[in-house]
């Protein structure tokens, strides 16, 4: 049985990772992401997941590269695994494979990516990039990680699809870690169908128990008809504190100041996502106005509670086939620490109790 993986948001773009008013103890400059990514290491994490964003969204009026800080952070870390999110459309994938595996090399194996196909029209036409509907941009994105892998792993890649030619081209050094770990996410027939082809995480909005579970069973059976495996990783919003009431509280009042503007803003700007699908099924096809405060459905996921309510709920999600957990903060500096000192360890010990009394191999 391996071990359950934990990584952490990085806010790298302004306003936190909760949309709303109420003071927040969280930076989005490089110092403060430095701080946090150290005390995230110190105390567990094994993955940083930084979010792309170019345009203000959900109030993240500054916001600062993904791959950039990912770059400068792989300087100051030893151990964290650093996932740079990236918008196919925006980049060109041989580039990107190039910068990927310069990465790998500086970090020592530490470089990954989480390919993501774009809700925002708004960033693809203010950059003069043509608009693609919702499934066009999964085939694109589909047709940007066969690229990735076959300049890291072929001597020179020729490739002829519908959105990239390549002819001949060569990538020196390779990847350290050969194939780089490339996380993909999205709720859709499309999105599912592209993680069972060709990704090696599939990234999940924060769901109920039984929403997990039914996306886990599809991908699965999906990539096994593709003769693959694939992990998957969700997503949720922690309020770890001493008390149940005490955390319910602290959600009750992250909703109640929630920015109203900027999550009808958000809501609306996602139309062109999960809702725009034929299935309706997509990411943010039925979330709720709460749902929105935390602009990956976070609060669904239901890490809410003490810390042995909270670990109970991740061994819940371990048992049904999730590899890891990905967790947003309200205050970094002091909630990063609490999580990885109070949570992480429960869960360890709940992980060894159950492959000792043979619950899982």
């Known amino acids: 049985m391996s071990q359950l993986k ?33 005390i995230a290491e110190e105390v567990g994490f094994e993955y940083a997941l930084l979010q792309t964003r170019f345009f203000a969204s959900y109030g993240a009026e500054y916001q600062l590269e993904a791959f950039t800080l990912a770059s400068a952070l792989a300087a100051v870390t030893k151990k964290l695994k650093l996932i740079s999110a990236v918008h196919p459309g925006l980049w060109h994938p041989g580039v990107y494979a190039k910068m990927i595996a310069t990465l790998d090399q500086i970090s020592q194996g530490r470089a990954a990516l989480n390919v993501v196909s774009g809700w925002f029209k708004q960033e693809f036409i203010g950059y003069g990039e043509h608009w693609l509907d919702h499934d066009e941009r999964y085939r694109r994105s589909e047709e940007f990680i066969q690229v990735l892998r076959a300049m ?17 081209a060569p990538l020196k050094p390779k990847p350290i870690q050969n194939t780089p770990p490339i996380f993909q996410g999205g709720n859709s027939k499309a999105a599912r169908q592209m993680a069972a082809r060709v990704s090696d995480y599939y990234f999940m909005n924060g769901n109920t ?3 997990f579970r039914t996306q886990i069973e599809e991908v699965r059976a999906l990539a096994e008809k593709e003769g693959r495996t694939v992990k998957f990783a969700v997503n949720g919003f922690a ?38 699908t034929k299935q309706k099924e997509g990411m943010w096809a039925n979330s709720t106005f709460e749902d929105l405060v935390q602009y990956n459905d976070g609060f669904k996921t239901g890490l809410i509670g003490t810390p042995e309510q909270i670990a109970e709920r ?35 010990e709940k992980e060894q109790a159950l492959l000792e009394s043979g619950v899982l191999a």
């Not at 003071?23 to 400059?29: F, K, N, R, V, Y």
Request: glycine content about 8%; aromatic content about 10%; proline content about 2%.
């Open 314 to 348: 991740i061994i819940e999600l371990k048992k049904m086939g999730v590899d890891l957990v990905l967790t947003g903060h309200l205050h970094y500096e002091e909630d990063l620490r609490i999580f990885g000192e109070r949570v992480i360890p429960l869960v360890r």
């Open 152 to 168: 890291w792993t072929e001597e020179e890649t020729t490739f002829k699809g519908d959105f990239y030619r390549i002819n001949g």
């Open 239 to 276: 309020i770890v504190r001493e008390t149940e009431e005490e955390a319910v509280q602290v959600l009750r009042d992250i909703v109640s100041q929630a920015d109203v503007e900027a999550v009808e803003g958000f809501r609306n700007a996602v139309k062109e996502a999960g809702q725009s």
């Open 6 to 38: 934990f990584a952490y948001w990085v806010p790298n773009v302004s306003g936190g990772l909760v949309v709303s008013k109420i003071p927040q103890q969280t930076g989005w400059d490089y110092e403060a992401n430095k701080r946090y990514a150290l």
């Open 209 to 211: 128990l039984e929403g």
